[in-house]
């Protein structure tokens, strides 16, 4: 029994680090000119989370006005719009390079990214292990693909 617990707080614990490397942080501490960027371009959104990326780089997440979920990430290299994608409509050819080039990964997200010059998508893969409601990710990875759905690289 004993053996049980503390295998449960193990897992538990290291289950929190997939997203380690971006921190929640409140609106207040978000720099004043990203605040009022967002509160312009974004005039009827909802459920809205800020997080911290790095000690010049921040992301929000929210729901726009059409129940659709984005996210805007502001870093020193310019602004980047997410537009998250439900799985059921991934282009076939994005679907068949992850069966084929990634067999044992299974797609958990989807995103368009958008900058000022380019659009590309971007799309989540994990390997995870386990059975029935337990289940967890043992490795995910993020790939790049173009908007015709060629993949580009990896991050």
Same mark, same amino acid.
């Given at each position: 029994?004993?053996?049980?617990?503390?295998?449960?707080?193990?897992?538990?614990?290291?289950?929190?680090?997939?997203? +380690?490397?971006?921190?929640?942080?409140?609106?207040?501490?978000?720099?004043? *000119?990203?605040?009022?960027?967002?509160?312009?371009?974004?005039? =009827?959104?909802?459920?809205?989370?800020?997080?911290? $990326? =790095?000690? +010049?780089? &921040?992301?929000?997440?929210?729901?726009?006005?059409?129940? #659709?979920?984005?996210?805007?990430? &502001?870093?020193?290299?310019?602004?980047?719009?997410?537009?998250?994608?439900?799985?059921? &409509?991934?282009?076939?050819?994005?679907?068949?390079?992850?069966?084929?080039?990634?067999?044992?990964?299974?797609?958990?997200?989807?995103?368009?990214?958008?900058?000022?010059?380019?659009? +590309? &998508?971007? #799309?989540?893969? #994990? *390997?995870?292990?386990?059975? $029935?409601?337990?289940?967890?990710?043992?490795? +995910? *990875?993020?790939?790049?693909?173009?908007?015709?759905?060629?993949? $580009?690289?990896?991050?």
């Amino acid at each position: 029994m004993k053996k049980i617990v503390v295998l449960l707080l193990v897992m538990a614990a290291f289950g929190g680090l997939t997203y +380690a490397q971006r921190s929640s942080v409140a609106e207040k501490d978000v720099p004043s *000119r990203m605040v009022i960027d967002f509160q312009r371009q974004q005039l =009827d959104c909802r459920n809205i989370s800020w997080y911290k $990326l =790095d000690s +010049a780089s &921040y992301e929000v997440e929210f729901i726009d006005g059409d129940d #659709a979920r984005q996210s805007i990430r &502001y870093t020193p290299r310019g602004t980047e719009t997410r537009y998250f994608v439900d799985i059921r &409509y991934c282009p076939g050819s994005i679907k068949d390079t992850i069966k084929h080039r990634f067999p044992k990964f299974k797609l958990t997200e989807l995103s368009v990214r958008s900058t000022r010059r380019t659009s +590309a &998508y971007e #799309a989540r893969i #994990a *390997r995870t292990t386990g059975i $029935l409601f337990w289940k967890k990710e043992r490795e +995910a *990875r993020f790939l790049n693909f173009d908007t015709s759905g060629k993949y $580009l690289d990896e991050d």
